[in-house]
C-alpha cells in the first residue's frame, strides 16, 4: 500500500507565497516522476509542474517562472515552491508519483495521488 500525503496548503495573498510537500510512503520499490496538479472548482484537473528522477522539470506555462519544483529522493518527497501567488492559483492542489511496488515477488507501477491541499489565494 502506498500513501502520498501533503502538507504546506493554505491562505495567503495576492503576490504571496506557499510552499507544499508531498512525503510518499509504503512498501515503495522505487519513484519515477514526481509532479503536482490543480483542480479549481467546476474545471477538470490541470497540471503545474513535474519532476523527473534525474530531476527534470516540467511546468505549465501558467506557473512558469513563477513555481519552483524539486524533490528529494531520499525521503521520497517532493515539493512546490510558489511564489508571486495570483487568485487564479486557488484551487486543491494534488501530488502524484509514478510507483513501482513488489509485490508477491513480482513488480508492480501505477500512479499514485494524494488527498489535496487547498490553496486559495486572496486580491
Known amino acids: 500500500q502506498v500513501q502520498l500525503v501533503e502538507s504546506g496548503g493554505g491562505l495567503a495573498q495576492a503576490g504571496g507565497s506557499l510552499r507544499l510537500s508531498c512525503v510518499a510512503s509504503?512498501?515503495?520499490?522505487?519513484?519515477?516522476?514526481m509532479g503536482w496538479y490543480r483542480q479549481a472548482p467546476g474545471q477538470q484537473r490541470e497540471l503545474v509542474a513535474t519532476?523527473?528522477?534525474?530531476?527534470?522539470?516540467n511546468y505549465a506555462d501558467s506557473v512558469k517562472g513563477r513555481f519552483t519544483i524539486s524533490r528529494d529522493r531520499a525521503k521520497n518527497t517532493v515539493y512546490l515552491q510558489m511564489d508571486s501567488l495570483k487568485p487564479e492559483d486557488t484551487a486543491v492542489y494534488y501530488c502524484?508519483?509514478?510507483?513501482?511496488?513488489?509485490?508477491?515477488?513480482?513488480?508492480?507501477?501505477?500512479?499514485?495521488w494524494g488527498q489535496g491541499a487547498q490553496v486559495t489565494v486572496s486580491s
Open positions: 509504503g512498501n515503495i520499490f522505487s519513484i519515477e516522476d
Open positions: 519532476i523527473a528522477n534525474n530531476g527534470d522539470a
Open positions: 502524484n508519483a509514478d510507483v513501482t511496488v513488489l509485490q508477491l515477488d513480482q513488480l508492480h507501477s501505477f500512479g499514485a
